[in-house]
């Protein structure tokens, strides 16, 4: 797993050990930053489940401005450290170990706001809906922000039908048997 472009291009990744966290495919990740290669410069990126950081830091390695990094694991809070160095885009980094939900909650609080979402929870932990529908809960995505979403099949929405009113599908990409949603927040309606 490698840095595909950008000023880390062809760094070499270290990844999390074990079944518990599935990285990203090289060819998928190609096939996500190719729908979004015009948006990333000068943007603020947040990486929720991030896992070893690739997405966070191919992003910042493209341009972004800045990269949260969340993931409730201790162990891939260390790979992401050591990947964000061995990158040398650590100054651009947030790194930090809580639960998404926790996250999202201090980030309302604080104002913050992104511009770009990488949503890769664990399949089959029925994460992925609660966490697009606490995106918008929180209210962390700026006014053109794009949510990138991995799932395991593409009934995202017949799963979760209320999320339909929250989110615009852009796009759904296919990379073997993984499916990405490129999804754009709505205007709320009062």
């Not at 290669?37 to 341009?63: P, T, W, Y």
């Not at 700026?142 to 339909?164: M, Q, R, Y």
Request: glycine content about 8%; overall charge neutral.
């Amino acid at each position: 797993m490698n840095i595909i472009t950008g000023s880390a291009r062809g760094t070499k990744l270290i990844t999390l050990e074990g079944e518990a966290t599935r990285p990203t495919l090289q060819r998928a990740k190609e096939v996500i930053f190719s729908a979004i290669q015009f948006d990333i410069e000068g943007r603020k990126v947040l990486d929720l489940f991030a896992g070893s950081g690739q997405l966070g830091l191919e992003a910042l390695s493209r341009g972004a401005e800045k990269a949260v990094f969340i993931d409730s694991s201790r162990e891939a809070f260390d790979v992401i450290y050591a990947n964000a160095n061995k990158t040398h885009l650590y100054k651009k980094c947030v790194i930090l170990t809580m639960d998404h939900a926790e996250y999202l909650r201090s980030a309302k609080k604080s104002g913050e706001k992104f511009d770009i979402v990488f949503l890769d929870p664990p399949y089959g932990s029925g994460l992925l809906p609660e966490a697009l529908a606490k995106l918008r809960v929180y209210d962390v995505l700026s006014a053109n922000a794009l949510v990138i979403a991995e799932w395991d099949k593409d009934t995202l929405f017949d799963e979760k039908p209320g999320l339909c009113g929250d989110y615009e599908v852009l796009k759904i990409y296919k990379s073997g048997r993984i499916y990405f949603y490129k999804l754009q927040p709505k205007e709320k309606t009062v």
